[in-house]
């Protein structure tokens, strides 16, 4: 046996990979794939090639930045279906409009095992990239326009997972479209360090266990992060601005760990729990929202320490007839509406911190009653509760707020003036 070939068996790529240049003219890519043995490089000529795309072996496709590829409105422009695929430096264009098929700038599919798409630009595709069933997929550096000549609904997904174990999306930047990027019954998956704007939903969870978000940003779009239908999720250090609806919502997501977040300016909710249970939310800042946090549907076992609520027009909305405390080894969350007093200096309120009253409860459930908030009869009753805590009708206790708001470090991603 030649050792050449012995090497290639072990280390299973070509010991003597080869680099192709591509000319610019019709046709070109898919006559030279024909030649490529595995590991080889196709490098593309500047211009624009007007071909669709089918990749079934490992070699890597490199535009080297200045080379396009338009599919014409007809399909997926690429398809990986092989293992080891690189697709790099490309400009991607031109995908259908087909929803069924899931039409994309590219589609990874089920046998693409460990694909790399890595620094493109996809612009007006139906899906950006459409991981569907590749495991250990690596979506890193690309910028990704969606379409906007449709109503935001019936757009395509900046990067949709679906039964993608694995896969790790990184450092794009995903604008306009539907979802920024959409899981569906995947799990193991990490989306990290990207930028969203003009979506839907930044990022979008449906059964997708065991998974990572972290260190993303989202700004102004209708929701931030929504996790739905969800186990043992870590949502870490994300930062949501000025989002319209919700900064971070969790829909029957439980036993998961919410933690050193920044939800600025969300018209609703900073965050709103929907029967989630056992999840923990540490380290957070609610900065600015219609309500700082809003717990519903039975909602139970959720740790709330450590947090900063600043500024929300209702901090908290949570109705219930016995008391939930948010403190735990005499630290609780911060309060920019609690008038403390610390008088021996440990950073700890000498008072509790009950951020509903009775008639928030009135409010909540008789809209109508706003109409007396002026009233004495009111502000007789409100006086009477903060003299006589034993008449409050229950709901969240934080028994040792924080006279200081912990700023968690994802705040170093917020713009600042000047």
């Known amino acids: 046996m030649r ?26 890519i898919a006559e030279t794939l024909a030649q490529a043995e595995e590991g080889d490089t196709l490098r593309l000529s500047p211009g624009i090639y007007t071909e669709t795309l089918v990749l079934d072996r490992p070699v890597t496709i490199d535009g080297q930045g200045h080379a396009t590829i338009d599919g014409q409105g007809a399909g997926s422009v690429i398809t990986v279906i092989g293992p080891g695929v690189t697709v790099r430096g490309l400009t991607v264009i031109g995908s259908g409009s087909d929803h069924e098929e899931i039409d994309s700038g590219i589609k990874l599919t089920k046998t693409a095992r460990a ?33 906007q000549d449709h109503r935001m609904n019936a757009r395509g997904n900046g990067v949709y997972v679906w039964n993608a174990p694995g896969a790790v999306v990184d450092g794009n930047d995903i604008q306009f479209g539907r979802d920024g990027i959409f899981v569906n019954s995947s799990k193991k998956n990490v989306f990290k360090n990207n930028l969203f704007r003009d979506l839907r939903f930044a990022v979008h969870y449906m059964y997708a266990d065991n998974s990572e978000v972290s260190g ?6 209708d929701l931030g992060y929504a996790v739905m239908f969800t186990k043992r999720v870590k949502v870490t250090d994300n930062v949501s601005i000025d989002d319209r609806e919700h900064g971070v919502m969790l829909n029957y997501a439980n036993h998961s760990v919410i933690s050193g977040n920044v939800v600025k300016g969300a018209k609703e909710k900073c965050t709103f729990l929907y029967n989630a249970n056992k999840n923990e939310f540490t380290g957070n800042w609610f900065e600015g929202c219609g309500i700082g946090i809003h717990f519903t549907a039975g909602s139970e076992g959720n740790r709330i320490v450590g947090n900063a609520f600043i ?73 009477s509760q903060s003299a006589f805590p034993a008449l409050l009708p229950g709901g969240v206790i934080d028994s040792n707020p924080l006279m200081q708001a912990p700023k968690p470090p994802a705040m170093q991603k917020v713009p600042h003036d000047g």
């Open 3 to 28: 050792w050449p070939l012995l090497l290639t068996l072990l280390l299973g790529t070509p010991v003597w990979a080869a680099d192709w240049d591509v000319p610019n003219r019709a046709g070109a």
């Open 115 to 147: 694909p790399q798409i890595i620094d493109n630009v996809l612009i007006g595709n139906l899906y950006g990239v459409d991981i569907h069933g590749a495991r250990n997929s690596l979506v890193k550096g690309n910028r990704i326009e969606g379409r």
């Open 216 to 221: 993303n940003v989202s700004i102004g779009n």
């Open 311 to 383: 500024g929300n027009r209702t901090q908290v909305k949570y109705v219930s007839t016995k008391w939930v405390e948010w403190s735990e080894d005499g630290r609780g969350n911060h309060w920019s509406d609690f008038a403390a007093y610390d008088v021996d200096g440990n950073g700890i309120a000498d008072a509790p911190y009950r951020p509903n009253d009775s008639m928030d409860h009135v409010l909540w459930t008789q809209p109508a009653a706003k109409l007396l908030l002026g009233s004495p009869a009111v502000q007789l009753v409100r006086w």
